[in-house]
């Protein structure tokens, strides 16, 4: 959905260097949720934000992953230390509330990481 | 673990046809079941969904079927066009805690629609 917003469409990454990835959820929205696509397989869960509170990161990896969704800008995924398998697809979705059955998450159109 | 496993990996469907998707889950917790499409390139969009209490939802040329004892649903596409041509991802869903529906998807099918 054009709503959210994220960027960088596309980032090329060495391995070692950090990768900063934005969401500008729909305007009004105040939940935020970050998924993983590997290539040929479907969307994992990584963790779940409101306005300045992680609220589930059960689907984030321990190590190198962070979140966040300060009060005032985008939300940003931060991935240090690169590697090769942090190679995917990472899609940001936004809710005006919790994703409660019934309500439309909407998803935006990626940033596609690549390590090299 | 897979939790929602779906089939076929890959579909060819001849226009005007019916494209039939099928998705099996594990976890009887889930309470709502939605469908994405998702053209390459693009972020995923929600087709349609489904609560388990219902063992049908149709919308356009769209259809849900749900089978509560067997854990399974399919999505139906009627009249198939090459527009339908995406990748069809089913997924399930339920409060984790604390308010967190996060969404658990299958690994999708690539639907190619031929004139």
């Known amino acids: 959905n054009a709503g959210v917003m994220q960027n960088p469409r596309h980032l090329v990454r060495r391995r070692g260097q950090e990768a900063r990835l934005r969401c500008s959820p729909v305007?009004?929205?105040?939940?935020v949720y970050w998924y993983r696509q590997l290539p040929e397989e479907g969307l994992k869960f990584m963790v779940y934000?409101?306005?300045?509170?992680?609220?589930?990161e059960s689907g984030m990896p321990k190590e190198r992953f962070s979140a966040e969704f300060p009060k005032e800008g985008p939300s940003i995924l931060r991935i240090q230390q690169v590697v090769r398998g942090d190679s995917a697809a990472y899609f940001c979705?936004?809710?005006?509330?919790?994703?409660?059955?019934?309500?439309?998450?909407?998803f935006g159109e990626g940033s596609w990481l690549t390590v090299v | 673990q897979q939790q929602v496993k779906q089939s076929p990996q890959s579909l060819i469907v001849q226009k005007g046809g019916i494209s039939i998707i099928n998705c099996a889950y594990e976890n009887t917790a889930f309470d709502y079941f939605p469908w994405y499409q998702q053209f390459p390139g693009k972020g995923p969009a929600l087709l349609i969904a489904?609560?388990?209490?219902?063992s049908e939802k149709k919308e356009g040329r769209f259809t849900i079927s749900f089978n509560k004892s067997a854990k399974q649903f399919s999505l139906h596409i009627m009249d198939s066009q090459p527009g339908d041509s995406a990748t069809y991802f089913c997924a399930a869903t339920m409060d984790s805690g604390a308010g967190s529906y996060q969404l658990t998807f299958g690994k999708g099918t690539k639907l190619s629609v031929i004139p």
């Open positions: 979705a936004s809710s005006p509330n919790t994703g409660q059955p019934g309500n439309t998450i909407y």
């Open positions: 305007k009004g929205h105040s939940h």
């Open positions: 489904i609560r388990p209490d219902v």
């Open positions: 934000l409101q306005k300045e509170n992680i609220i589930d």
